[in-house]
T-cell receptor
Framework: AQSVAQPEDQVNVAEGNPLTVKCTYS??????LFWYVQYPNRGLQFLLK??????LVKGSYGFEAEFNKSQTSFHLKKPSALVSDSALYFC?????????????FGRGTQLTVWP | DADVTQTPRNRITKTGKRIMLECSQT?????MYWYRQDPGLGLRLIYY???????NKGEISDGYSVSRQAQAKFSLSLESAIPNQTALYFC?????????????FGPGTRLTVT
């Protein structure tokens, strides 16, 4: 079975500090991994993905994520948080060997960056 | 987001009414999906379609039906709405030729069933 866990419902960080939003996954094969962001009253926007290669993936708005196969994790990071980063973040996984192509999403982590 | 549009954006309806949510896309993608989002539960897949003739149930399809009228259009129907179908509904598309199957989402429809 495929699944994603985001262990923190809420992450709070001061502007200018580094931020981490955690994600762990479970797939039967090798994963494709994704991060999406949702701003209030908006749809989900794609941030970044891991397909293969470098474990550190860079994405939009200065975000990056580190793939760790041994820990089955794909944590989202940013060196210096902005108030405008406050949003709901979703991690998603797809089994690379699956022909169905569907994504499995975590429950989301609400990030709040205070001034 | 303009590549994937959803109508209506907001809808309030009464228990027992039939309602249709519509999704259109200009991305030229074959695959389309309907999700619902509930607070604390993330996104759950209702139905997905690989092309006009291929429609599949997701994890929470009971009480819902879909129609893929064309490559660009994928509608979700609630035949007899009930209050626990109050949620935010998203349509999404993907292109398998892109390799990694990332999905592109519409702006969502907020549905309230009273």
């Amino acid at each position: 079975a495929q699944s994603v866990a985001q262990p923190e419902d809420q992450v709070n960080v001061a502007e200018g500090n580094p931020l981490t939003v955690k994600c762990t996954y479970s797939v039967s094969g090798n994963p494709y991994l994704f991060w999406y962001v949702q701003y209030p009253n908006r749809g989900l926007q794609f941030l970044l993905k891991y397909i293969t290669g470098d474990n550190l993936v860079k994405g939009s708005y200065g975000f990056e994520a580190e793939f760790n196969k041994s820990q089955t994790s794909f944590h989202l990071k940013k060196p210096s948080a902005l108030v405008s980063d406050s949003a709901l973040y979703f991690c998603a996984v797809r089994d690379r060997g699956s022909t169905l192509g569907r994504l499995y999403f975590g429950r989301g982590t609400q990030l709040t960056v205070w001034p | 987001d303009a590549d994937v549009t959803q109508t209506p954006r907001n809808r309030i309806t009464k228990t027992g009414k039939r309602i249709m949510l519509e999704c259109s896309q200009t991305k030229g993608h074959d695959r389309m999906y309907w999700y619902r989002q509930d607070p604390g539960l993330g996104l759950r897949l209702i139905y997905y379609s690989f092309d006009v003739k291929d429609i599949n149930k997701g994890e929470i399809s009971d009480g819902y039906s879909v129609s893929r009228q064309a490559q660009a259009k994928f509608s979700l129907s609630l035949e007899s709405a009930i209050p626990n179908q109050t949620a935010l509904y998203f349509c999404a598309t993907s292109d398998p030729l892109a390799g990694a199957y990332e999905q592109y989402f519409g702006p969502g429809t907020r549905l309230t069933v009273t």
